[in-house]
């Protein structure tokens, strides 16, 4: 019964599996008909539809349809981010991050940045590697990790991921920056990332 549905974007690619109400909700959403998204994906999210959630999540963040909330924004994430949805899993990893919503929280903000960055999220690559470089979040400073999500990052089309890249690559050794390609080069999207590399550890 599933079917690949039309991408929408919000802040990154969504890709749905057709349901009854989502369709209607996709329409509505895309015609700015806030109340009646939130109308047709409000049942499918409280049925344990991924999709639905991620995109109620995101309308309480954003407040399009809802007051803003962040709280209810976090659940909603939580839920989809629970059931593999890489870009939820992204948000909600943001969101500990910067604690909107929540209380700060370093480390289980980069739980879920790996899960989504695993999956191939560019955001959730990007944001890895500055948790890399810096050492946070329980992450070992490594130069080489971050030049590595960096270089992916910049792959897929995130704006700042090259621009981070070139910087970082400026005081690296040679040995580094060939480990760093070489890293990039093999891996593949859901396989998991290296916690640490041979050279770049500071």
């Known amino acids: 019964m599933k079917k ?16 009854a109400g989502y369709n209607e909700g996709l329409a509505a959403y895309q015609s700015r008909n806030y109340g009646q998204a939130v ?17 109620l999540g995101l309308m309480h963040y954003t407040g399009q349809g809802v007051p803003q909330n962040y709280k209810e924004a976090l659940g909603w994430f939580q839920k989809a981010a629970a059931k593999g949805h890489a870009d939820a899993q992204y948000v909600l990893g943001a969101m500990y991050y910067t604690g909107k919503g929540t209380a700060r929280d370093d480390k289980t903000a980069v739980t879920w940045l790996r899960k989504s960055a695993e999956q191939g999220n560019s955001e ?9 470089l810096y050492g946070s979040g329980g ?22 991921a090259a621009e981070q890249r070139s910087q970082v690559a400026r005081r690296m050794t040679p040995e580094q920056l060939d480990e760093g390609q070489a890293l990039s080069s093999q891996w593949k999207v859901g396989t998991p990332l290296p916690s640490e590399t041979r050279s770049g550890r500071n």
């Open 39 to 55: 109308k047709e994906f409000a049942p499918l999210a409280r049925q344990g539809n991924r999709e639905a959630q991620h995109l």
């Open 4 to 19: 690949a549905l039309l991408a929408l974007t919000l802040s990154t690619a969504i890709a749905a599996p057709a349901m």
């Open 124 to 132: 959730a690559q990007y944001l890895l590697g500055l948790s890399s």
């Open 139 to 160: 992450m070992n400073k490594d130069v080489v990790l971050a030049y590595m999500l960096w270089n992916l990052s910049a792959a897929s089309g995130h704006p700042n």
